[in-house]
Structure formats: structure tokens, C-alpha cells
């Protein structure tokens, strides 16, 4: 992947594949998952304390309450980010996700403040999180894992896997996320 793109470039690639200009991005913007990471990254390019990085989270700020994506700039979130569905999603500012993820609709992904897995949870690459689903803790997901739809993780996930149900059960599978992670960056 050529550092040409920017991370909006390959954000947005991800959801048909095809590398879009400025313009085109913009275009792309009626559509209220891509604005709102349109808006995100804004945000996150600029330091909090200067005039634009002040601007852009007032303009976040009002986009998560617009679509109910609860998501700051301060969590670290690689490129190729998608988000399936909008509307109530939670993510902790400190959680830290790789690069081409996929998160649907009424996710939750939160801090645990007892018991053995105080914390944040950290999400690898090419993860996919259904609708739903509930990841709480100072967890380790790994690489190419898919959480199904409402499962519940309060534990660390290997690479290679698929996590069904409540409590969540981890099935290994070399293709886990296969056809669930498309326009990969």
C-alpha cells in the first residue's frame, strides 16, 4: 500500500474498493457512517489546543450525538476503518484498534475498573465486531478475529479466531474473517 493515500483515502476505500479525490470523499459524505469517520480523523489530525483541532471536535462532538457514535479522537484507531451501521456504538478513548477493523451497529467496547482484567481492551488487525457485541477489559484480541453478533468478551481472543455467544466461545479458524473484511488496505 503506497503512502500516497491519505488515512481518510483508506478509510473510505474500504467500503467499495475504489481509490476516491477530495471531491469524491465529499460526495461519499451523505452517507453518515463515512462522514462521521470523515469527521473523526478531522479531528484527530489537529493537536486539541489549536483553533482547528478545537473546531473539528466541536464539529465531532456534535456528529456523535447526531449518530449516536460514541468515538473520540484520542482512541487510536488504524487506517481502514469501517463502520457497517450507524447508530449507538461505544468505544473507550483509550482503546487502541488495528487497522482494517469493521465495527456494526450497538457495539460496546469498554473499560473494566475490577477483577483480573482491569482496563482497556486492545483490538489487532482485520477484526470484525457485530452487532452488539460486548468487549470489555484490559483484553488482547488478536489478528483476523471475528466476534460474532451479542457476544459478551471479558477475555483475551488468539489470532485466527471466531468468538461466539454469551459467555463468548473462541472457535480457531485460519479464515475467520474470509468474506467479512472486504477492500482490505
Known amino acids: 500500500m503506497s503512502d500516497k493515500y491519505t488515512t481518510i483515502q483508506k478509510d473510505f476505500y474500504r467500503e467499495n474498493g475504489k481509490w476516491l479525490s477530495k471531491f469524491e470523499i465529499w460526495a461519499k459524505c451523505v452517507n453518515p457512517n463515512l462522514h462521521f469517520i ?44 469501517y463502520l457497517g451501521h450507524w447508530g449507538s456504538l461505544v468505544i473507550n478513548p483509550k482503546t487502541k484498534i488495528g487497522i482494517n477493523c469493521n465495527i456494526a ?8 475498573n475490577r477483577g483480573k482484567n482491569t482496563g482497556i481492551p486492545t483490538i489487532g488487525n482485520e477484526v470484525w465486531i457485530g452487532a452488539n457485541a460486548v468487549i470489555v477489559g484490559g483484553v488482547v ?4 478475529v471475528l466476534i460474532a453478533p451479542n ?17 463468548g466461545k473462541i472457535y480457531p479458524r485460519e479464515d475467520a474473517t474470509e468474506g467479512y473484511i472486504n477492500n482490505k488496505i
Do not use: C, M
Not at 39 to 45: D, E, H, V
Not at 105 to 112: N, S
Not at 151 to 167: L, Q, R
Open 151 to 167: 457476544s459478551y468478551v471479558n477475555f483475551d481472543i488468539p489470532s485466527n479466531s471466531v468468538v461466539v455467544g454469551n459467555p
Open 38 to 81: 470523515y469527521i473523526l480523523r478531522k479531528a484527530q489530525t489537529y493537536k486539541k489546543k489549536s483553533v482547528l483541532g478545537a473546531f473539528w471536535r466541536f464539529v465531532l462532538r456534535h456528529h456523535q450525538i447526531k449518530y449516536g457514535f460514541q468515538i473520540y479522537p484520542e482512541t487510536q484507531i488504524g487506517e481502514g476503518f
Open 141 to 144: 484480541i488478536g489478528n483476523n
Open 105 to 112: 451497529q450497538g457495539v460496546t467496547i469498554g473499560q473494566q
